[in-house]
């Protein structure tokens, strides 16, 4: 059956909004490509955009049928996408101004082509959000399942075990849960794998959101799996195997056989296969040329929203300081002495800070170190929060994170602040014989206002920018050693009670210094 003759304009029309929105987020769209490039977590992004041509190819034939009617309303989401980009990318969050970008790609078919022409190709347009790297804020949570699980069946397995935070001892040995670990590359290819396989299967909508909901739940609960068998092969074949890099193969191998058997299974309730069909929709001749020539103007429209957020980008970025930051040193009040050394050789994990300074500090022979990171001109190499930036790292062979928790401390003022607390256990013996242990407090300082919330600062740092304000801010961390006396907790408390407005004043100095 001949094509309606509306899809010469909207085709153009639709061509010319896409080739708009790839170019003037072309760096988007580049880093998107970079990490699927990099990441084996996210390699499988890869195929999806491939694979949502090939579905929206299986319904050419429905879709010529149909007569494109453009939906001038869609022009509000597709404002509100660039808004996302526009406050994604004042606080370089990649996973926002990638989500935008998607949004933006999908928004633009039913704005120039209307909703029954969408809703021929909802699942292929739905399934390219699969193609935007995120996920990875999960993964602290799943590692923690993957031990809890872990640790739970070595003891049912008749395995003496002793827990701190995600690392574990059994009598063959020490293992710890790491990024790798975690579980999060097998679900989100499993979920991305299952979607597609449940509509390319079944027919029904209860059919498919059960075997997705199938295709989440598989693989944690084989991953947790996988984690135990690798510390049973470990501890029976006393290291020889799972050890290394092997652990990571066998992974793989354990987990393509688990999603074999899943989709045989699911193969057993496929219902008959098919294109959707949809009936042929047409219009009057007059009413026809009237909705051609209406795309025309809604594509214009599209395309200037779609530039705007640059447009404001620029704005604000000309507004902003230029001048690079300088830290100055903290003069500690209420008795405490500032030392040039300190007893601990640690810091935490902060990438690229615009200037970074140490102070030590001592009272009544407790030691209490302050580290800041501060950051301005942010982008996405240099920013405060980042899931690189953190306390210290799973791999860091000197020291290792064995708890944490929200703390919160109520000040001389009358008023309470929050801060990350955590414990570290260091890899080597002190000098009494015992391991050594610091005790960390963190929070973020942005632009004059304090939050332990990695969220919060960058909801601070995206408004602080869109007022005009810059994108300062600073991680504030203060350490300080463990002992059998018990005091390193109130020395923090002590230290943060008597000098935070100093410490706030001194980065208040940094910022207006510029």
């Known amino acids: 059956m001949p094509a309606n003759p509306g899809w010469r304009v909207a085709s153009l029309a639709l061509l010319s909004l896409l080739?708009?929105?790839?170019?003037?987020y072309r760096d988007t769209l580049l880093a998107m490509m970079g990490i699927w490039w990099r990441s084996e977590t996210f390699a499988h992004a890869m195929i999806v955009p491939p694979i949502s041509l090939w579905l929206i190819w299986r319904q050419?034939?429905?879709?010529?049928?149909?007569?494109?009617?453009?939906?001038?309303?869609?022009?509000?989401?597709?404002?509100?996408?660039?808004?996302?980009?526009?406050?994604?990318?004042?606080?370089?969050?990649?996973?926002?101004?990638?989500?935008?970008?998607?949004?933006?790609?999908?928004?633009?078919?039913?704005?120039?082509?209307?909703?029954?022409?969408?809703?021929?190709?909802?699942?292929?347009?739905?399934?390219?959000?699969?193609?935007?790297?995120m996920g990875e804020f999960?993964?602290?949570?799943?590692?923690?399942?993957?031990?809890?699980?872990?640790?739970?069946?070595?003891?049912?397995?008749?395995?003496?075990?002793?827990?701190?935070?995600?690392?574990?001892?059994?009598?063959?040995?020490?293992?710890?849960?790491?990024?790798?670990?975690?579980?999060?590359?097998?679900?989100?290819?499993?979920?991305?794998?299952?979607?597609?396989?449940?509509?390319?299967?079944y027919r029904s909508l209860h059919r498919r959101l059960i075997f997705v909901a199938i295709s989440i739940v598989v693989p944690l609960v084989a991953n947790w799996f996988r984690a135990y068998l690798i510390v049973i092969l470990g501890h029976f074949s006393s290291n020889q195997l799972a050890a290394g890099a092997d652990h990571l193969v066998y992974g793989w191998l354990f987990f393509g056989l688990i999603m074999v058997i899943m989709f045989m299974i699911g193969a057993r309730w496929a219902e008959p296969d098919g294109v959707e069909e949809s009936a042929t929709s047409s219009l009057p001749p007059g009413l026809s040329g009237r909705m051609s020539?209406?795309?025309?103007?809604?594509?214009?429209?599209?395309?200037?929203?779609?530039?705007?957020?640059?447009?404001?980008?620029?704005?604000?970025?000309?507004?902003?300081?230029?001048?690079?930051?300088?830290?100055?040193?903290?003069?500690?009040a209420a008795g405490w002495q500032a030392s040039e050394r300190g007893s601990v050789d640690w810091a935490p994990a902060f990438l690229n800070p615009s200037a970074s300074a140490r102070q030590t500090f001592s009272k009544d022979g407790q030691e209490v170190a302050l580290h800041l990171d501060y950051y301005?001109?942010?982008?996405?190499?240099r920013k405060l929060v980042s899931s690189e930036n953190m306390i210290v790292r799973s791999n860091d062979p000197r020291w290792s994170k064995v708890s944490s928790d929200v703390l919160t401390l109520n000040l001389a003022d009358g008023t309470s602040l929050k801060l990350n607390q955590a414990e570290l256990r260091g890899a080597a013996i002190g000098a009494s014989g015992e391991e050594r242990r610091l005790v960390t407090w963190q929070l973020y300082w942005v632009n004059g206002r304090w939050t332990h919330s990695a969220v919060m600062a960058k909801a601070y740092g995206a408004l602080y920018r869109v007022l005009g304000r810059g994108d300062d801010g600073a991680s504030v961390v203060?350490?300080?050693?463990?002992?059998?006396?018990?005091?390193?907790?109130?020395?923090l408390e002590a230290f943060v009670r008597e000098n935070l407005p100093l410490i706030e004043a001194n980065l208040r100095l940094t910022r207006s210094n510029e």
Do not use: K
Request: hydrophobic letters at 55%; aromatic letters at 10%.
């Open 60 to 133: 050419r034939g429905v879709l010529l049928r149909q007569m494109p009617q453009p939906s001038p309303w869609f022009l509000l989401p597709i404002a509100c996408a660039g808004l996302v980009w526009l406050l994604g990318d004042l606080v370089a969050v990649n996973a926002l101004t990638q989500l935008a970008l998607v949004s933006l790609l999908v928004l633009a078919v039913p704005a120039v082509l209307g909703l029954r022409v969408t809703g021929s190709i909802l699942f292929p347009l739905g399934f390219l959000f699969f193609a935007v790297p």
């Open 478 to 491: 203060l350490f300080t050693e463990r002992d059998s006396s018990g005091r390193a907790q109130d020395a």
């Open 376 to 381: 301005r001109h942010q982008d996405y190499q």
């Open 293 to 332: 020539r209406a795309m025309v103007p809604v594509a214009l429209a599209a395309m200037t929203l779609v530039l705007l957020p640059h447009w404001a980008l620029w704005s604000l970025t000309q507004a902003e300081a230029t001048g690079e930051p300088r830290l100055r040193p903290v003069n500690a």
């Open 138 to 201: 999960l993964m602290p949570q799943l590692m923690n399942w993957t031990a809890d699980f872990t640790v739970v069946a070595l003891r049912l397995s008749g395995i003496p075990v002793y827990r701190e935070g995600l690392q574990f001892v059994i009598p063959s040995g020490s293992w710890s849960v790491v990024e790798a670990c975690s579980g999060i590359r097998y679900l989100i290819a499993s979920l991305m794998v299952g979607t597609l396989f449940g509509y390319l299967n």
């Open 19 to 24: 080739v708009t929105v790839f170019w003037a």
